[in-house]
Nanobody, 115 residues
Framework: QVQLVESGGGLVQPGGSLRLSCAPS????????IDWHRQVPGKQREWVAS???????SYADSVQGRFTISRDYAKNTMYLRMNSLKPEDTAIYYC?????????WGQGTQVTVSS
């Protein structure tokens, strides 16, 4: 069992930046793949980015070049750095952790991009 606690969401103007954090209840050394997803009410959850334990990172086309996913092993925390935010990035953002064939989800954090 892995609990994930997300933070860092909020209101930001277009062109601004935010950094989302995701803290797992166990060592991130034991987590195979970390993903970030987002969801707008009434729409399907959308995959945003992922990173494997081997350091391979992948991004959705819509965020490529603007978002960066990372792990900080010293702080046992996972991050999603979001730059050049657009109104269409507005959503609830979720982190997920995949380990031993199981997937665990955080509770989500709201990101609103608006002037």
């Amino acid at each position: 069992q892995v609990q994930l606690v997300e933070s860092g969401g909020g209101l930001v103007q277009p062109g601004g930046s935010l950094r989302l954090s995701c803290a797992p209840s166990r060592s991130i050394f034991s987590i195979d793949t970390i993903d970030w997803h987002r969801q707008v009410p009434g729409k399907q959850r959308e995959w945003v980015a992922s990173t494997t334990s081997h350091g391979v990172m992948s991004y959705a086309d819509s965020v490529q070049g603007r978002f960066t996913i990372s792990r900080d092993y010293a702080k046992n925390t996972m991050y999603l750095r979001m730059n050049s935010l657009k109104p269409e990035d507005t959503a609830i953002y979720y982190c997920s952790a995949n380990t031993l064939g199981l997937t665990y989800w955080g509770q989500g954090t709201q990101v609103t991009v608006s002037s």
